[in-house]
């Protein structure tokens, strides 16, 4: 950070997978010193591109306290979770124990060590099927799905530590549709069974799948399909040094949506992928997937006025281009 004094340390969890790796290398660029908690059970070594590593399983409270102990973090970030509303439907106990449960083990290690600040990747999730759009962060919670429902518990934990301790602050930051990838290709999603859309439809440009599916074309949208505020990941990173920042200053703590504003339906995407490639790839409709509310559109404010963030692509194609960049890279490299 500045070349007088020790940089500041954060402990980064889950910083081996797509969200916290666009992160780390943020966070490495503004001379922060991370270390990456990770297990590597869906994360890439190859993607932890600043600071340092411990595998470990969030399971393992000795582990997190040791590592706690000794590295001294300023904040811990944590993104390590599943993250999949289809799965979570289908396999509940495993998102409450790994997004709920785990959570938990992490946030009574903070509290043996004394780390004092958390930053929390939350989800639009947890809002589940609202009423009024854009949703703000009064919104009431109402996931519809195991995995919003795993993810609100641990904003409720995060809360009532706060409230109970004034040397415990948070910021719990919702995602809405996080995409793209690091507009200098050093980075992307790279899961070896993707479920998200753009993933899906790039993989199906390339070959990868044979056909992309729409689940759903009857929803009470313009045209039929879901609805969903699409954020670049980088910008998305950013937000998170402006709430290490806004944390850092004293603040409060605070819950804030990440996303731009206004969305863009399947069939957008969709068309949108076909453009920025250049192929046009089999698509078929089929019914909904269980779990998937109509329209996520965030409300943004908040973070622009407490965080000052200020988003640099917001832009569906270029979220697709990078996005694209990244699996033509994968390809070359034969993964
Ligand atoms: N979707 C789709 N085909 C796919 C993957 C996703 O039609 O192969 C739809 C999904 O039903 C939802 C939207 O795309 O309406 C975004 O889904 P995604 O899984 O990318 O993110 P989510 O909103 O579930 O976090």
Not at 245 to 266: D, E, I, K, M, P
Request: charged letters at 20%.
């Amino acid at each position: 950070m500045n070349s007088s004094s020790q940089a500041t340390r954060i402990v980064v969890t889950g910083g081996a997978g797509y969200i916290g790796s666009h992160v780390v290398l943020a966070l490495g660029e503004a001379g922060y010193d991370v270390l990456t908690y990770d297990n590597l059970s869906t994360g890439n070594r190859d993607a932890i591109l600043s600071g340092e590593l411990v595998v470990g399983d969030l399971a393992d409270k000795d582990l997190l306290v040791k590592t706690l102990t000794e590295f001294k973090p300023a904040a811990v970030m944590h993104f390590a979770a599943s993250i999949e509303v289809g799965e979570s439907v289908v396999d509940p106990l495993k998102y409450y124990r790994n997004n709920s449960v785990n959570a938990l083990n992490l946030l009574e290690a903070l509290r043996v060590t004394g780390t004092g600040q958390m930053i929390f990747s939350s989800t639009a999730a947890v809002y589940g099927n609202p009423a009024q759009l854009p949703v703000t962060e009064n919104t009431p919670l109402q996931p519809i799905n195991p995995y919003g429902a795993s993810k609100m518990m641990t904003e409720r934990f995060l809360d009532d530590l706060a409230q109970a301790n004034a040397d415990f602050r948070y910021v719990a930051l919702r995602y809405f549709n996080v995409a793209g990838a690091d507009p200098e290709t050093r980075l992307g999603q790279d899961y070896a069974n993707p479920t998200h859309l753009i993933t899906r439809a790039l993989k199906t440009a390339l070959g990868v799948f044979s056909r992309l599916q729409v689940f759903g074309t009857d929803y009470p949208t313009q045209d039929g399909t879901c609805i969903r505020d699409y954020i670049h990941v980088a910008d998305l990173a950013q937000a998170h040094l402006d709430a290490l920042r806004y944390l850092s200053t004293g603040a409060q703590s605070a819950v804030f949506n990440c996303g731009y504003g206004h969305g863009f339906s399947v069939r957008d995407v969709v068309a949108m992928a076909k453009e920025v490639t250049g192929i046009d790839f089999p698509v078929v409709e089929t019914g909904r997937r269980e779990g998937d509310p109509a329209e996520l559109v965030a409300g943004c404010e908040k973070i622009h006025r407490e965080l000052g963030w200020q988003p640099r692509f917001d832009d569906l194609k270029v979220i697709l281009r990078t996005a694209w960049d990244w699996e033509k890279k994968l390809v070359a490299r034969g993964g």
